[in-house]
Nanobody, 115 residues
Framework: QVHLVESGGGLVQAGGSQRLSCTASGIIFSISAMGWYRQAPGKQRELVARIISGGSTNYADSVKGRFTISRDNPKNTVYLQMNSLKPEDTAVYYC?????????WGQGTQVTVSS
């Protein structure tokens, strides 16, 4: 059974930093593409960043230069380092992976950026 467990959310002031972690189980992590999405109140869920097995990454334009996605395969963990946070980054952040034809989500972690 696939499980994605996020941690690291919370309240941070604008301009601050925060790191999210997502630990996966039930998948062959090293070959799996992993992504971070977010959903703000009243808005659709959107892709924030994605990293494939080879380490290549892509980012939403709104976070380029501020956020960094990385992975630690021996720990089955993907990270999202968020710097220069803005109030508009406030959202629930979700970890995601496609595995064997199914789309899996973590439970989400709230990130709130105060102005």
């Amino acid at each position: 059974q696939v499980h994605l467990v996020e941690s690291g959310g919370g309240l941070v002031q604008a301009g601050g930093s925060q790191r999210l972690s997502c630990t996966a189980s039930g998948i062959i992590f090293s070959i799996s593409a992993m992504g971070w999405y977010r959903q703000a109140p009243g808005k659709q869920r959107e892709l924030v960043a994605r990293i494939i097995s080879g380490g290549s990454t892509n980012y939403a334009d709104s976070v380029k230069g501020r956020f960094t996605i990385s992975r630690d395969n021996p720990k089955n963990t993907v990270y999202l380092q968020m710097n220069s946070l803005k109030p508009e980054d406030t959202a629930v952040y979700y970890c995601n992976t496609w595995y064997q034809g199914y789309n899996y989500w973590g439970q989400g972690t709230q990130v709130t950026v105060s102005s």
